[in-house]
């Protein structure tokens, strides 16, 4: 297995879901990791204690990354503590579905702050420390709805069809100094953020999945830290889907 010893990674919404999922998979595989959560600081310290239970160093910070400042405090907290920054996985995200006739301007707003300009704002305050080691990765979570669309979700998708005009520049921006800037594209993982949706309506989406199933947040980590890795050296600029092939 890809070993990431000496590698410190920042997972944005690490405390559950997808962004557990990767936070852990990376300390297993090595890396010291900065468990950055918004609310349920008791669930990120859960997180950080597993982490360590690997053997690795970790902590968490609360921060809301939509806010340019705090992103750069939640960048300062890793530096000072861990004194580098190799992976960024910029993961936190939210929805707020409603059809474009009903959709509330602060509905658009909240999403496009959160999952947009949240990851330039951490990108943004991680990649000066990337640029100084020459190396780094940045791995940006969007989403099969980013790339087909979805009914409700004209805020999220747009985010996240942005997310990836903002990684293939950033790959061609950053390619010459060490740095690649990747998207994990995620199908329909069971998490807080899909609970909500009615059952019927999944049942209806499984049955468009090749891989007849819906993917776990394990399949999302392991995608990530693929990506993470000195194996994946020469990827840059890339969408990886997991989704069963359900975006194909
Ligand atoms: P989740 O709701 O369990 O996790 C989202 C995380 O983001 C939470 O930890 C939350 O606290 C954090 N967060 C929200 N707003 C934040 C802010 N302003 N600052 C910092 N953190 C914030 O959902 P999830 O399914 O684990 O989602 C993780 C990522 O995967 C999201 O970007 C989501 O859009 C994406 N995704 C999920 C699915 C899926 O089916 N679950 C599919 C495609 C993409």
Not at 19 to 26: D, N, R, S
Not at 145 to 173: H, P
Not at 224 to 237: K, P, R
Request: charged share 20%.
């Amino acid at each position: 297995m890809t070993s990431l010893i000496g590698k410190v990674a920042l997972v944005t919404g690490g405390s559950r879901g997808i962004g557990q999922a990767v936070a852990l998979e990376l300390a297993r595989r090595g890396a010291d990791v900065v468990v950055n959560y918004l609310l349920k600081a008791e669930a990120a310290l859960q997180v950080v204690a597993e982490a360590e239970a690997c053997g690795r160093r970790a902590l968490a910070v609360q921060s809301d990354v939509g806010e340019s400042e705090q992103a750069v405090a939640l960048v300062q907290a890793t530096l000072s503590t861990f004194g580098r920054l190799d992976i960024l996985v910029n993961n936190a995200g939210i929805t707020r579905d409603a059809l474009l006739v009903r959709m509330q301007e602060q509905d658009w707003d909240e999403v496009v702050r959160v999952n947009l300009k949240g990851a330039f704002n951490m990108t943004q305050a991680a990649v000066r420390a990337m640029l100084r080691q020459r190396s780094g990765r940045i791995i940006n979570i969007s989403s099969v709805s980013g790339l087909m669309g979805q009914v409700g979700q004209s805020n999220y998708a747009a985010s996240k069809a942005g997310l990836i005009g903002f990684t293939k520049s950033l790959a061609r921006e950053l390619g010459g100094r060490g740095i690649t800037v990747n998207v994990v594209a995620p199908g329909f993982i069971p998490t807080d953020m899909t609970l909500a949706l009615d059952e019927v309506w999944r049942e209806k989406l499984r049955a468009f999945i090749p891989l007849e199933r819906f993917g776990s947040v394990e399949d999302v980590a392991h995608a990530v830290a693929f990506l993470a890795s000195d194996e994946a050296a020469y990827i840059t600029g890339a969408v990886l889907p997991v989704d069963g092939g359900l975006g194909m």
